[in-house]
């Protein structure tokens, strides 16, 4: 946006300064006495010299150009120049629970199985095992160490916040949330689900069309730099968001544990998005920050979005910005960043502006009268070629700053 403004500034500059040097011309043809048209011609032709919009240009992709890579150098891949320029501006962010505020790598920590069977188990690790989901790794893993045999999977549906709806060997099985079996009016009466809740774990259940199979009890621990960089974020006066698809006892511990207080729990991609765009609407400059499938949605319709590293390929493909390391502690060096890139554009477009402001009045013998000084077209094109300098060496000044 601001190389869009400085180029519009730049379609009426243009033609003014032209103008201006048209106008020098003929001033000095008319009251430039003896050496009117020498002097005159000197004069128009130093003005459009001196006002060469070289700075103007330069201005903002240099600063960009400087910003992007020193972002890069932090782990921090910028890939929309766009999103360096408003992330100063985020007063609102959005942090999804799983691989974002947690490790994104959960381990079964408790199993329940209504029958023992093998058979079973080899169709529940057929189905998770075509999953991308961090959860369904987590079930994958103990099954492949007790040895259990695959099948093979006829039919595989995923179902955006809810779970996998799979057929093998001709009979439907699903995996998903407890939200989800209920849905289904499938019973969990004899499942220490609500047990496994208060422990702030995530349960996922394993059933057929009739009943539920077995049940797993889902830890993933929190990041040591999480809550630090929450704190930070909020010390910046932003709100910080929590949304999961979890259910509300471990999303309400989860986020006492990193100080968030604005939590949603059982929250479906959709509604993901819907929040931005809830929180955009009440005029708040959002920030998404995800690292799955069902927070592409989100991240497409947030103001920046932030992808974590070791998240899904289409999580990054969607974000503006991407987390190599997945430290939530990036987000404020981005913040930082956007405003020591914004301000050095700014910086840059006053000495484009500053250099011009001086030097056409100079260069068109404003001060002839009083002194009878004209400035040299050489020295007028040195000045020029000064100002593109002193943008550019500004730019790189943010080399020099550390995060």
């Not at 509300?248 to 998005?273: E, N, Y």
Request: include cysteine; charged fraction near 15%; proline fraction near 4%.
């Amino acid at each position: 946006p601001i190389q869009k403004l400085t180029d519009k500034i730049a379609g009426i500059f243009v033609p003014i300064v032209m103008g201006i040097s048209v106008l020098t011309f003929f001033t000095w043809l008319l009251f430039g006495g003896e050496n009117a048209l020498s002097q005159g011609l000197l004069a128009a032709v130093t003005v459009l010299v001196i006002a060469c919009p070289c700075a103007l240009g330069l201005a903002t992709p240099t600063a960009i150009m400087v910003g992007v890579g020193k972002g890069a150098e932090n782990g921090i891949l910028i890939k929309d120049a766009e999103s360096l320029e408003i992330a100063h501006r985020v007063n609102a962010i959005i942090l999804d629970k799983t691989g974002t505020i947690t490790e994104g790598k959960p381990t079964v920590s408790d199993s329940f199985w209504v029958e023992n069977n093998e058979v079973q188990k080899s169709i529940l690790l057929a189905i998770e095992s075509q999953s991308s989901h961090p959860l369904a790794e987590a079930v994958v893993n103990p099954l492949k160490a007790e040895g259990v045999k695959t099948r093979v999977v006829q039919q595989f549906e995923n179902m955006p916040g809810r779970g996998i709806q799979a057929t093998v060997d001709g009979k439907n099985y699903y995996v998903g949330s407890p939200v989800w079996m209920t849905e289904r009016q499938l019973s969990m009466a004899h499942l220490p689900v609500e047990q496994w809740q208060s422990e702030t774990k995530t349960v996922i259940v394993f059933a057929d069309e009739t009943q539920v199979l077995a049940a797993f009890a889902i830890t993933d621990p929190i990041k040591a730099t999480s809550a630090n960089a929450i704190k930070g974020l909020q010390n910046q006066g932003i709100e910080v968001y929590m949304l999961t698809g979890d259910n509300a006892q471990t999303a309400q511990q989860v986020a006492k544990q990193v100080g968030i207080k604005h939590f949603k729990a059982q929250v479906l991609p959709a509604d993901k998005a819907a929040f931005v765009e809830e929180l955009q609407r009440a005029g708040k400059v959002v920030a998404m920050v995800g690292d799955g499938i069902n927070d592409s949605h989100a991240l497409a319709q947030a103001d920046v979005s932030i992808a974590m590293g070791k998240g899904s390929d289409i999580a990054m493909d969607v974000a503006k910005m991407t987390l190599i390391s997945s430290d939530l502690q990036k987000i404020p060096q981005a913040i930082l960043l956007s405003k020591w890139t914004v301000a050095a554009i700014h910086q840059n477009l006053f000495w484009a502006f500053i250099y011009n402001l001086i030097g056409i009045p100079l260069a068109a013998g404003v001060l002839y009268p009083f002194n009878g000084f004209l400035l040299n077209p050489m020295i007028a094109g040195a000045a020029m070629a000064l100002s593109s300098v002193s943008v550019v060496g500004n730019s790189l000044r943010l080399k020099l700053k550390k995060l």
